[in-house]
Every structure is written in C-alpha cells, then in structure tokens.
Nanobody, 115 residues
C-alpha cells in the first residue's frame, strides 16, 4: 500500500521560497512516476511537477523555472523547492503517483503567498 505525507507549507510573502517535503511508503517499484499536485480554492487539482524513475523531471508551464522537484530514495522522501513564489501559487499541495493512486492522497500542506 502506498502512502504519502506532505509537510513544509506556510505563509510567505511574494518572492520568497519554501521547500515542501513528501514522505512516502510502499513499493517503489510501483511508483514509476511521482508528482507534486496542487489545488487552489475553487479549482481542480493539477499536477505541477513530475519525477521519473530515470531521474528526469517535468514541470507545468506555471511553475517551470521557479520550482524544482527532487527525490531521495534512501530517505523515502520527495521535495519541491519553490522559489519566486507568487500569489497565484497559493494552494494546498499534495504528492502522489502520476497518475494518482486514489487511496493514497495525504492531507496536503497549505501554501499561502500574500503580502
């Protein structure tokens, strides 16, 4: 069974940085692609960053160049470094496989960007 626990969110000002962490458990072999998702108020949850087993990464246009996804298999942890945060990045952030494992969603971590 795959499980994810997100942490590291908070309230920051525009332009600041945050690093989110995602602790995961379960068989890594079943996690060919891991991803970070976010859901802003009134909007659909969307995947914004992907980490492939090959080590490759992929980003949504809205975060490319500002966010960086990484993974530490020894610690069973994935990270999302977020730089140059904008008000439009305000959302609840989640991690999961891509496509998502339906019963593995964690509680998420809230990121609020406001002056």
């Amino acid at each position: 069974q795959v499980q994810f626990v997100e942490s590291g969110g908070g309230l920051v000002q525009p332009g600041e940085s945050l690093r989110l962490s995602c602790a995961f458990s379960g068989s890594l072999f079943s996690m060919s692609i891991l991803g970070w998702y976010r859901q802003a108020p009134g909007k659909q949850r969307e995947v914004i960053a992907r980490f492939f087993r090959s080590g490759g990464t992929n980003y949504a246009d809205s975060v490319r160049g500002r966010f960086a996804i990484s993974r530490d298999n020894a610690k069973n942890t994935m990270y999302l470094q977020m730089n140059g945060l904008k008000a439009t990045d305000t959302a609840a952030y989640y991690c999961n496989t891509v496509p998502p494992t339906s019963n593995a969603w964690g509680q998420g971590t809230q990121v609020t960007v406001s002056s």
